[in-house]
T-cell receptor
């Protein structure tokens, strides 16, 4: 498919466990974003990659959260020692250039991974 | 920091009614403004955008005008359909030159259109 894909679609884990969430962006998109959406809220920014590097990680809530994008395409969001408050839908988006001023540079979102921490 | 405030929902309208969902923002400089829509069971989709003051974004009969003087980007549609039932999110991204263009979203407004 041509869109952003995320796996798994659902993840249930126990408090204290480690989880990895994967994002496969649209081919050729240099910018990749992670967001977190809690129930009844809008998505909140976590981290932004331009190529392989994390250009802005100011949204990561604490050092239990980490993300990588080693080859500039697929990204993995890693959460250590999960807590019940981490339960949310984790969204990934990609865009061609990573700017907002071009009429063609839209962020395209994946379907999300619903994480439930018991 | 940047923020977006949008009309609380849920909003219930009859088919063919006029829709307005209010959105105001706080940001420095000249952000870009967006409306995203999330249909039931689907992911977020861009509905329309505007990148400078007085620009009008439009798509699928929806319109929104970037009003710098009132820091607003209200969404309107003249005649809603049942298929417009969804959650609508207003969002902004930073001014050009900021270096990072993540989206700041409002809380979302759920629209239900009844036949």
């Amino acid at each position: 498919g041509a869109g952003v894909s995320q796996t798994p679609s659902n993840k249930v884990t126990e408090k204290g466990k480690y989880v990895e969430l994967r994002c496969d962006p649209i081919s050729g998109h240099t910018a990749l974003y992670w967001y977190r959406q809690s129930l009844g809220q809008g998505p909140e920014f976590l981290i932004y990659f331009q190529g392989t590097g994390a250009a802005d990680d100011s949204g990561l809530p604490n050092d239990r959260f980490f993300a990588v994008r080693p080859e500039g395409s697929v990204s993995t969001l890693k959460i250590q020692r999960t807590e019940r408050g981490d339960s949310a839908v984790y969204l990934c988006a990609s865009s061609l250039f990573g700017t907002a001023i071009s009429s063609t540079d839209t962020q395209y979102f994946g379907p999300g991974t619903r994480l439930t921490v018991l | 920091g940047d923020s977006v405030t949008q009309m609380e929902g849920p909003v219930t309208l009859s088919e063919e009614a006029f829709l307005t969902i209010n959105c105001t923002y706080t940001a420095t400089g000249y952000p870009s403004l967006f409306w995203y829509v999330q249909y039931p069971g689907e992911g977020l989709q861009l509905l329309l955008k505007a990148t400078k003051a007085d620009d009008k974004g439009s798509n699928k009969g929806f319109e929104a005008t970037y009003r710098k003087e009132t820091t607003s980007f209200h969404l309107e549609k003249g005649s809603v359909q049942v298929s417009d039932s969804a959650v609508y999110f207003c969002a902004l991204s930073a001014s050009p030159g900021a270096g990072s263009y993540q989206l700041t979203f409002g809380k979302g407004t759920k629209l239900s259109v009844i036949p």
